[in-house]
């Protein structure tokens, strides 16, 4: 199985969770994580698997990301296996109300990636995934990065992949 995972990040935080993936599928088969920068919509015929994950900046998925899931055309993921997820913080343990508010009303990077795969025609193997980060530039929250890898495990399952 060839997996893909497409990811941006600021801080670094969505690029640990990305190499995580991407290791934890190397199990499976190939595995590479790029960023929208290194790849164009032409090349995702080339995998089987195809992840796609953003940190949540103001309740959504960076531009970058948004411009390369637009770029994908029509059916373009037709016959793919694929998964979102994002990085984001804790809002209850934030204590804000207002941002609490505004994260139940405006939500997270991950489900809008999911949805904009699952238009172009992937079939979502698992519900969007968020990892958490203890403040904006990270760390990562203890046990992030095995719940990542527990969730590449599945998602290869899932997938049908062989180890
Ligand atoms: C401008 C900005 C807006 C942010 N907005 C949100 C948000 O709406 N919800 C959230 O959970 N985290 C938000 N964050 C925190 C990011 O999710 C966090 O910086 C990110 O997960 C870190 O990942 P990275 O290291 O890959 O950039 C925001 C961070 C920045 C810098």
């Keep these: 199985m060839k997996s893909l995972i497409i990811y941006e990040s600021v801080y670094g935080n969505t690029g640990k969770i990305a190499f995580v993936l991407r290791d934890a599928l190397l199990a499976y088969g190939d595995a590479i994580a790029l960023k929208p920068d290194n790849l164009i919509a032409e090349d995702l015929k080339d995998y089987d698997l195809i992840l796609a994950g953003s940190p949540t900046q103001k309740f959504s998925m960076l531009p970058s ?7 994908i055309p029509r059916a373009g993921l037709k016959g793919k ?47 969007a995934e968020g990892f958490l980060v203890e403040d904006t530039e990270g760390p990562l929250t203890e046990g992030e ?10 998602l290869a399952q899932k997938a049908g992949g062989k180890t």
């Design 81 to 127: 296996k694929v998964a979102a997820f994002d990085t984001r913080v804790d809002v209850a343990k934030i204590n804000n109300r207002f941002l609490s508010l505004m994260a139940k009303l405006f939500g997270y990077a991950a489900p809008d990636i999911a949805s904009a795969l699952r238009k172009k025609g992937g079939e979502l193997l698992l519900p």
């Design 145 to 154: 990065e095995e719940r990542a890898r527990a969730w590449a495990g599945s």
């Design 65 to 71: 990301i948004r411009a390369f899931l637009a770029e």
